[in-house]
């Protein structure tokens, strides 16, 4: 009797065979790990996110390889990072935003408005005084 109640005691601690199942079953009740120490399941951090925008900002056309390699990436995250969280892609060899910034379209609000003035201010000369991005 007593080595039967030894026997499930030991089961029901988690020491022995079928201990990790009882544990669950009884103590636990969750799924998930445990917090552990060591590398992050996931490199993509906002951190990572920084600094590879800082990569960029540095020379524009850089590679996701090349971006890779220097930080320690698998190119995959990089192409994360660029493509996902900072909505950037790659136009002309060049990484460039997906989205202006408000600072930006305030920017480009202030020159319409200008451009708008001139034409109320001098409307038959005003559209041979235009040059446009294409005439340089």
Not at 37 to 64: H, N, Y
Not at 106 to 114: I, L, P, T, V
Not at 124 to 136: A, D, K
Request: glycine share 8%; with cysteine.
């Amino acid at each position: 009797m007593a080595a039967l109640q030894d026997r499930l005691r030991t089961l029901s601690t988690g020491t022995g065979p079928g201990g990790s199942r009882k544990q669950f079953k009884w103590e636990r009740g969750l799924i998930e790990d445990d917090p552990h120490s060591g590398r992050p399941v996931c490199a993509v951090t906002p951190e990572m996110c920084q600094k590879v925008e800082e990569f960029i900002l540095k020379d524009r056309r850089v590679t996701v390889s090349q971006i890779a390699e220097e930080m320690g990436l698998s190119t995959g995250t990089v192409h994360s990072i660029i493509h996902d969280h900072l909505e950037t892609s790659k136009v002309s060899a060049r990484w460039v935003p997906r989205l202006r910034t408000s600072v930006q379209k305030g920017a480009r609000r202030q020159c319409y408005e200008k451009n708008l003035e001139l034409l109320h201010e001098s409307s038959p000369n005003f559209f041979p005084r235009l040059v446009t991005g294409n005439e340089i």
